[in-house]
C-alpha cells in the first residue's frame, strides 16, 4: 500500500515538474534578455524603432503545437521588457497552451489564467479560448475567467470577443456575468434580450474594442441629453460603468455637461444632485463642483465639499481657503475646514483652523516643499 503511494506521490511530481519547467525556462529567458539589452543600445535601438519595438524571425514546422516550433525572438535592439505578445505566433499559441495545461491540472485558477491570458496577442486568445473554452468544466471558473480578463484601467483588445464566449454559454449564471461585464462598457442591459444583444453583435463584430466603446458612449449621452440629464438616468449609467475605460469614453462625449444641465435645471435640489455625484465622481466632476463650494446654501456647500475631499487632490486647496474666507454661514465654513481642508491635508488647525491665513500659510509651505522634490 505504501509502495502504491510512493509511486502515485513521484508520479504526480512529474507531471508538476513537466508542466512546471517550460513555462519558467521561458520567462527566465525573456527576463535574461532583458537584462542584457538594457544599456546595450538607446532607445529605439539601432534600426531606429520606438521603444518596445522588436523584430522576431520565426521557422515553423507543420507538427508543432499552434502550427510550428518557432525559433526565438531575433536580438533586435530593444530596452523595454519583452512582452509575450511580441513573440512569434507559434511560440504565443504554445505558451498559453501551457498556461492552460497548468489550470487543467490544478496548479493555477482561472483567474490566474485570465491575467496571463491578457499578455498575448488577441489573435492567439481567441485562437487558444474558443478551442478550450468547454474544458473549463466548472461555472465558477468560468465565470471567475470573464471577471479577470474583464478587469483593469486597460482593457484587453480581445475583450469583447471573450465576453461573446460567456454570452453564449449554457449556464445561466455564466451568461449573467457577461452580461454585467459588457454593460460596463457599452452602456446596455442585454438581460433577458438574445435578440438585441445578437444584433449589437452583428454590427460590432471585428471592430476595434475603443471604437466601439466610443461609439456606444456617444450615442449614450446623446440619448441622455435628449431625454433631460434624468437623475436617475444618470444614476443607473454610473452604478454599472467600468470605474476607468467606460467613464473616459463617458466623459470625452460629454458626460460632465450632462451633470451639470441637471444642477441648473434644478438649483433647489443642487445639494441632492450633488450627493449623487458623490457617489459617482472622480478628476472629472472638480470643475462641476468647486462653484458650489460658495453657494449660498450650507447644505449644498456641504454636498460640494464632500465631493471635493472625496477626490483627494491637493491641488483643490486653493478653492477650499477661497471658499472659507466667503462663508457667511457658520456650518458651511466648519464644513469646508472639517471635511474639505482637514481631510485633504491631514493636518489640524487647532485653535487657528477657522483662519483662512492659517491655510494659506500651509499651502505656501506645501508649494515651497513640492518645488524642493
Request: glycine fraction near 8%; aromatic fraction near 8%; charged fraction near 25%.
Amino acid at each position: 500500500m505504501n509502495r502504491l503511494l510512493g509511486v502515485a506521490i513521484a508520479a504526480a511530481l512529474a507531471v508538476f515538474v513537466a508542466l512546471l519547467v517550460p513555462w519558467r525556462a521561458e520567462r527566465a529567458r525573456l527576463v535574461s534578455k532583458q537584462e542584457s539589452a538594457r544599456g546595450a543600445k538607446p532607445a529605439g535601438g539601432e534600426s531606429g524603432k520606438s521603444p518596445g519595438a522588436m523584430e522576431t524571425t520565426a521557422s515553423v514546422s507543420p507538427d508543432s503545437p499552434g502550427g510550428g516550433t518557432a525559433e526565438p525572438p531575433s536580438e533586435a535592439a530593444s530596452d523595454d521588457y519583452i512582452h509575450t505578445n511580441q513573440l512569434p505566433r507559434a511560440r504565443q499559441v504554445a505558451l498559453l497552451e501551457q498556461i492552460f495545461a497548468e489550470f487543467l491540472a490544478g496548479l493555477r485558477d482561472a483567474g490566474s489564467l485570465a491575467c496571463y491570458a491578457e499578455d498575448f496577442s488577441p489573435e492567439v486568445v481567441l485562437e487558444v479560448m474558443r478551442r478550450r473554452w468547454s474544458e473549463i468544466k466548472l461555472p465558477k471558473d468560468r465565470i471567475q475567467f470573464l471577471g479577470q480578463y474583464s478587469y483593469g484601467d486597460d482593457p484587453a483588445p480581445a475583450l469583447l470577443d471573450i465576453l461573446d464566449l460567456g454570452m453564449r454559454d449554457p449556464d445561466v449564471n455564466v451568461v449573467t456575468e457577461a452580461i454585467s461585464n459588457l454593460q460596463g462598457f457599452v452602456f446596455r442591459d442585454f438581460h433577458g434580450s438574445v435578440e438585441e444583444y445578437a444584433a449589437w453583435r452583428e454590427t460590432t463584430q471585428g471592430r476595434p474594442f475603443d471604437d466601439v466603446v466610443a461609439e456606444a458612449a456617444r450615442a449614450t449621452v446623446a440619448a441622455l441629453r435628449a431625454e433631460g440629464s434624468d437623475l436617475d438616468a444618470l444614476d443607473e449609467l454610473s452604478s454599472h460603468t467600468s470605474p476607468k475605460t467606460g467613464t473616459d469614453a463617458l466623459v470625452r462625449e460629454g458626460l460632465p455637461s450632462l451633470w451639470e444641465a441637471r444642477l441648473a435645471r434644478s438649483p433647489d435640489h443642487a445639494a441632492d444632485i450633488l450627493g449623487h455625484l458623490y457617489y459617482h465622481s472622480g478628476p472629472w466632476s472638480a470643475p462641476i463642483v468647486l462653484p458650489y463650494l460658495k453657494n449660498p446654501d450650507p447644505e449644498v456647500v456641504k454636498a460640494a465639499v464632500k465631493v471635493v475631499a472625496y477626490l483627494k487632490d491637493l491641488e483643490r486647496v486653493p478653492a477650499l481657503i477661497d471658499a472659507l474666507r466667503c462663508a457667511r454661514d457658520e456650518n458651511a465654513a466648519e464644513a469646508i475646514v472639517a471635511e474639505g481642508l482637514e481631510e485633504l491635508t491631514a493636518s489640524a488647525g487647532g485653535e487657528q483652523r477657522m483662519d483662512p491665513t492659517f491655510w494659506d500659510a500651509w499651502w505656501a509651505q506645501y508649494i515651497q516643499e513640492k518645488g524642493g522634490e
